[in-house]
């Protein structure tokens, strides 16, 4: 079953990126501690995003006309590895390049390419995605937050919540209710971009558990939209969310969300000399996984460079990936304190910590566990 | 040559000489003669035997599918083991013997637990500082005592005559390891779809128990590992016919690592049937966990890594890219 995963490998063309998307990102993290560089997905640069978008590194799938590189999706797995494993701060450009984008250019109006792809390529425009709401989290069928049809566009009401780098972005693309009711479910959502400095707007911080702010309550209180905001057609706004969450998917970020903390212990197992054979074991458990998982995602690119959308797979790779993601600061935590004649740094501690306490969030985000294991429980024809 | 080429004569072919009546049989006792000569006949055994010596030439990457249909079959000879004793014969010009090889890593009056070593004729012995093909007789077999098993606890109280082709440089076993694997990958997907076709049609509360969400969640883990066996497997046989020690350790390592699980989720749906002699589950559970314990469980492989990659100073994304993608 899912034999179509199969092993790949990276063209060359594309791994020859790789030296100078790494020299960039060696100089952006230089100075950062190691806890910083651990926060990578919540790193927020747009100082950086800009260089990246300046150096061609954004944009990597879409068209050159739209100031794209028109490279396909290895392109983008080399230059996200590299960003992750290093631990570079991609907040800023992460979620307009990884999904804005692409969505945009699969449903937009020629217009709106031309208006927000090139600026998106060159780290200008800086998106964050509206779905949750208080009272719809997985169920993102029962959005409430209405944008009613005007004469002339959009009048915008209610609310978002974990709109993440909301407070630093240009614009939301929001899934909205645009007509029937809740209970209608699929039927009547609608994806329309908002520019977030429109009157009627107001984002409030959450702070997290470590402290960090990165998502926010976004309000809307009569937000007057153009008629051109509405993304494809009205009423398909769920069919275009569900091919964006197959894309989120995908990707090489479903393995490397503690992969700094990792190396950041085998630096400090190097610097102790301590090689017995629990740690060793240890070390070589969590490679094998890693380049295991690491082959899974390259797989599961190679269906997406042929055009496919292995919606089925990228659950898989993710959930096995996320499981990962999350034993590491858990068994590292053990192994540190387990050790307690042999006490870790304060920079390795306070990384160790920083991943314990957000790592739930990998498993949450883009797709909780159980629902994602319902896709593959439908994809082994069990439902 | 395309894999599908390769691989759907060998599928049909497993499938007529190794039904499990027919797997029952040899592990029951009955002469596996026929059936080895069948494999003899296909010219399969010498997949990897270079061109040159009257090989098909081909490289282990092609032939890892054929390893893991061994193992969706659970076909009850040492195929695996021998295809790479003839690569390992014919590189060093030895004459190989017609019938089955098996591997094992023996010092002379030691024990060691060899799979297939109940119906090999021959068997590679890994000595430590070199290698011999001694023939079965030439040491003491024992039936290990597990029901059904093929294993055999081996022992030879000094070096065994016979020719000694050289080692590959850490010697049998991540051969022997990555061969396993595939035939682990193999049965776990045999396992995955037996279960999941089970979960499909067991009504109990008056639905299939596959609707509920809760054998749902259990048998998406399933999959997610029987897909990383998989993988893993492919990944220890990507590079030449020897592997490297960081490719073989990957594929052990992990198809170790997810044995236990998939076997146990499999029994878990099946209830108490899963577990009986005359249900096929068995056939393939028991092989899971019996080729989880040959050539280095887990944690060997594990240790073999870690220290491996202790000895670096590169990320561990680098580390993985260079040594077990390489």
């Given amino acids: 079953m899912f034999d179509t995963l199969a092993l790949a490998s990276l063209p060359p063309e594309d791994e020859a990126l790789r030296p100078a998307i790494r020299e960039l990102v060696a100089r952006a993290v230089a100075d950062m501690p190691v806890d910083r560089r651990a926060r990578s997905w919540q790193g927020f640069d747009a100082a950086f995003s800009r260089r990246l978008g300046q150096a061609g590194f954004l944009g990597l799938n879409l068209p050159k006309r739209y100031g794209g590189q028109e490279r396909g999706p290895f392109a983008r797995f080399v230059v996200v590895e590299e960003l992750l494993s290093a631990g570079a701060p991609v907040a800023g450009h992460w979620i307009a390049d990884r999904q804005s984008a692409p969505l945009i250019c699969n449903y937009g109006t020629e217009a709106q390419r031309a208006f927000y792809i090139p600026r998106i390529c060159k780290g200008e425009a800086l998106f964050c995605i509206g779905m949750s709401e208080p009272g719809s989290g997985s169920d993102l069928a029962s959005v409430r937050t209405r944008a009613e049809k005007t004469a002339t566009g959009w009048l915008l009401n209610g609310q978002k919540i974990w709109t993440t780098n909301s407070l630093h972005s240009d614009y939301m693309i929001a899934l909205l209710r645009t007509s029937g009711k809740p209970e209608d479910r699929h039927a009547g959502l609608s994806q329309l971009i908002v520019d977030l400095r429109l009157p009627g707007v107001t984002i409030r911080p959450i702070v997290d558990l470590t402290g960090d702010a990165h998502f926010a309550e976004v309000f809307f209180e009569n937000v007057e939209l153009a008629d051109d905001a509405l993304i494809g057609r009205e009423g398909e706004g769920w069919k275009q969310v569900t091919a964006e969450l197959a894309f989120e998917r995908s990707g090489p970020e479903r393995i490397y969300s503690s992969v700094v903390l990792l190396d950041a212990w085998v630096r400090h197992l190097r610097e102790t000399g301590r090689a017995d054979d629990a740690t060793l074991a240890m070390v070589g458990g969590f490679t094998a996984r890693l380049a295991t998982l690491r082959a899974m995602s390259i797989a599961c690119t190679a269906r997406l460079a042929l055009g496919e959308s292995p919606v089925v797979e990228a659950s898989l790779v993710k959930d096995l990936g996320t499981h990962f993601e999350q034993e590491l600061p858990v068994a590292i935590g053990d192994d540190l304190a387990g050790h307690p004649d042999e006490p870790a740094s304060t920079e390795l501690y306070r990384t160790l910590l920083y991943v314990t306490q957000v790592a739930p969030s990998f498993s949450l985000r883009g797709g909780t566990r159980e629902i994602l294991r319902g896709i593959i429980a439908r994809g082994l024809g069990l439902r | ?326």
């Avoid at chain 2, 004569?9 to 596996?32: C, D, H, K, N, Y």
């Avoid at chain 2, 290698?131 to 005592?145: F, H, I, K, N, R």
């Avoid at chain 2, 049937?273 to 028991?286: A, F, K």
């Fill in chain 2, 1 to 326: 040559m395309d894999s599908n080429e390769l691989l759907e004569p060998f599928e049909r072919m497993l499938e007529t000489i190794s039904s499990p009546a027919q797997v029952r049989a040899v592990e029951q006792g009955a002469s596996a003669a026929s059936l080895w000569d069948e494999l003899v006949q296909s010219g399969f055994l010498d997949a990897l035997v270079p061109e040159s010596a009257g090989g098909a030439g081909l490289a282990l990457a092609d032939v890892e599918p054929l390893w893991r249909a061994l193992g969706r079959h659970a076909v009850p000879v040492p195929v695996a083991e021998t295809m790479a004793a003839r690569f390992l014969l014919a590189e060093a010009g030895v004459d190989a013997p017609q019938g089955p090889i098996a591997f094992a890593a023996a010092r002379p009056g030691q024990d060691a637990i060899v799979p297939f070593g109940l119906v090999a004729e021959h068997v590679l012995v890994d000595l430590g500082d070199g290698m011999v093909l001694a023939s079965v007789a030439s040491g003491q077999a024992e039936p290990t005592g597990v029901a059904g098993s093929l294993a055999a606890r081996m022992r030879w109280d000094r070096v065994p005559d016979g020719p000694g082709p050289p080692a590959p440089e850490h010697g049998l076993r991540p051969m022997a390891a990555v061969l396993r694997a595939a035939a682990m990958a193999g049965a776990a997907a045999r396992l995955l779809d037996m279960t999941t076709a089970y979960a499909n049609e067991r009504v109990q509360f008056g639905k299939p128990i596959g609707r509920q969400q809760a054998l749902q969640q259990n048998l998406a883990v399933m999959a997610e590992d029987t897909v990383a066996c998989r993988l893993a497997a492919q990944l220890g046989c990507a590079g030449g016919v020897v592997p490297t020690l960081a490719a073989a350790a990957t594929a052990k390592s992990v198809t170790s690592a997810s044995a236990a699980r998939i076997a146990a989720t499999a029994h878990a749906v099946h209830g108490a049937i899963g577990v009986s002699e005359e249900y096929d589950l068995q056939l393939y559970t028991r092989r899971l966990h019996e080729w989880r314990l040959a050539d280095g469980s887990e944690s060997y492989w594990n240790r073999l890594l870690g220290r491996a990659r202790l000895a670096s100073g590169d990320s561990s994304v680098d580390w993985v890219r260079a040594q077990v993608f390489a």
